[in-house]
């Protein structure tokens, strides 16, 4: 695994890369919490003839600005100084630390989803979103930030913690009023951006009413430049199904208009429609009960709570908690390896070392089941097990499992804490059941104690609403008043006995 040292983390190793960065997880040293840290590519450190190396502390400088729980947070930033021995480090390396979000991205879960399931996000998921990404540009742009490349790739989706926007690698501050370079994502680009106009609050709505659209309809407005250049070229929208979705439609119309003068000069608008249609298009929330002393039923969803060996589990699939390597040398892997054989650990490891949050899908062996899931979820304290359980969950739809057994993941050499586990698993399940569409019906979770059974298990009932007062019959509209003379027939007539007496 390749390796990167910063004063002050410890660094597990490479997410990911693009264009011009390279993106690592690691840790505090001292509060060992996770982070992500950006530098600039390898390849780029010692020729930086685009300013890569600025840019990244200049993004560091912006998110720094903003203060919104809707936007991801930068930590820290700095140089690592160059090694005058290597030629290929011999300059300093920039690095932004940023906070790490423990949830997918949108646009592989609406990808994934629409390819296993064949439909996109519910409305009122979409609405939620736009509200939230509206809210921290909002704040981005009250700190004199313009985002410039808004998309769905850029916005996270945290279950315990709700929606982040990230990635201000090609923000702009609009203090000196001249045009930055071009810059952004071709489907979600504004005019002015490709004609190298001035840019402003204006171009973040533009970007944010392509997003809309991408997300509800799984494709961005227009199908390419010469389409977003012209002016009579109306977005790719299908008819709307509801009025609400009309109300929607008409939102993102105003939001993509070519003119400036005829968009929304900021947010705050489509921020207001986007609150009206979330309040309105309320969530479905599935009802949930016991049904044993260790099961509960989350709509059509059964959860059940066991202690043993998981290995012995029956189910269409297990979750293995894995590590990076991939091996199956200790703890739940271990146990499944033993007995479904060394093929099981062979298959999982010929892909090579896996970044935490994925999973990775193999055959069973003579486990009595159908798949393992290997969910690498946890290393040294930092969790990553929201992002892993999601990937779990998705692999269970693409492959048509209606029954998975899980462990509580990252709680063995990894530290996890059962109640952090129990929280990131169960926060995740919810969100997947609400959104629909699943083919999933039941969920086990195993615990190697009754002990841990019994926390986790609090935990999940605390998540899933069995305490909260959310299905305890029918709302409280009143009571009646019996010297009230009120009859049926009245223009004002309210019954307030529950449905059914």
């Known amino acids: 695994m390749r390796e990167l040292s910063v004063p002050g983390y410890q660094v597990w190793g490479l997410l990911g890369e693009g264009g011009m960065s390279e993106v690592w997880l690691a840790k505090h040293e001292v509060l060992a919490a996770p982070v992500v840290i950006k530098t600039l590519r390898r390849a780029l450190r010692a020729s930086d ?68 399931l064949g439909i996109g996000l519910p409305l009122w998921l979409v609405c939620h979103v736009m509200r939230e990404i509206c809210t921290g540009l909002r704040a981005a742009h009250q700190a004199g930030v313009i985002h410039r490349d808004l998309k769905p790739s850029n916005v996270f989706g945290e279950p315990q913690s709700g929606i982040r926007l990230g990635d201000f690698g090609i923000a702009v501050a609009r203090s000196d009023g001249s045009p930055p370079e071009s810059a952004g994502t071709l489907p979600f680009m504004a005019p002015e951006q490709l004609r190298h106009g001035e840019v402003g609050r204006f171009t973040d709505v533009w970007g944010a009413g392509a997003t809309a659209c991408d997300l509800r309809y799984g494709q961005p407005p227009f199908g390419s430049v010469a389409e977003i250049l012209d002016a009579n070229a109306a977005p790719r929208l299908p008819p709307p199904s509801s009025p609400a979705e009309a109300y929607f439609q008409d939102v993102i119309r105003r939001m993509l208009a070519k003119d400036v003068r005829d968009r929304p000069a900021d947010v705050l608008a489509p921020l207001s429609h986007f609150a009206m249609l979330n309040k309105a298009l309320e969530p479905p929330e599935p009802a949930v009960s016991r049904v044993g002393p260790s099961a509960l039923l989350f709509g059509r969803l059964e959860l059940s709570f066991a202690v043993g060996d998981i290995a012995a589990a029956t189910a269409d699939a297990i979750v293995s908690s894995a590590n990076f390597e991939l091996r199956m040398r200790s703890g739940v892997g271990e146990a499944l390896r033993l007995r479904g054989g060394d093929e099981l650990e062979r298959e999982a490891m010929a892909g090579g070392q896996q970044p935490l949050g994925s999973c990775v899908r193999t055959g069973a062996g003579a486990l009595q089941t159908g798949h393992v899931f290997h969910a690498v979820s946890a290393w040294n304290e930092v969790s990553c097990v929201g992002r892993a359980f999601a990937r779990a969950l998705i692999l269970a739809e693409e492959h048509g499992c209606a029954s998975i057994a899980a462990p509580a993941l990252g709680t063995g050499a990894a530290r996890v804490g059962v109640e952090m586990c129990a929280n990131a698993m169960m926060t995740t399940l919810r969100w997947h059941t609400m959104l629909g569409g699943t083919r999933v019906r039941k969920v086990t979770i195993w615990l190697d104690s009754e002990a841990k059974r019994r926390l986790y298990q609090d935990v999940a009932e605390e998540v899933l609403g069995l305490h909260d007062g959310r299905h305890f019959g029918p709302p409280d509209i009143g009571l009646s008043d019996d010297n009230a003379v009120v009859t049926p027939d009245g223009a004002t007539f309210l019954d307030p006995r529950p449905s059914g007496r």
């Open 49 to 116: 003839t685009q300013g890569a190396a600025a840019r990244i502390l200049q993004e560091a400088r912006l998110m720094a600005r903003v203060a919104s729980p809707r936007i991801v947070r930068a930590l820290d930033a700095g140089e690592i100084p160059g090694v005058a021995s290597e030629p290929d480090d011999a300059a300093p390396t920039p690095f932004l630390v940023q906070e790490y979000v423990d949830g997918l991205d949108f646009a592989e879960l609406d990808r994934r989803r629409r390819a296993t």
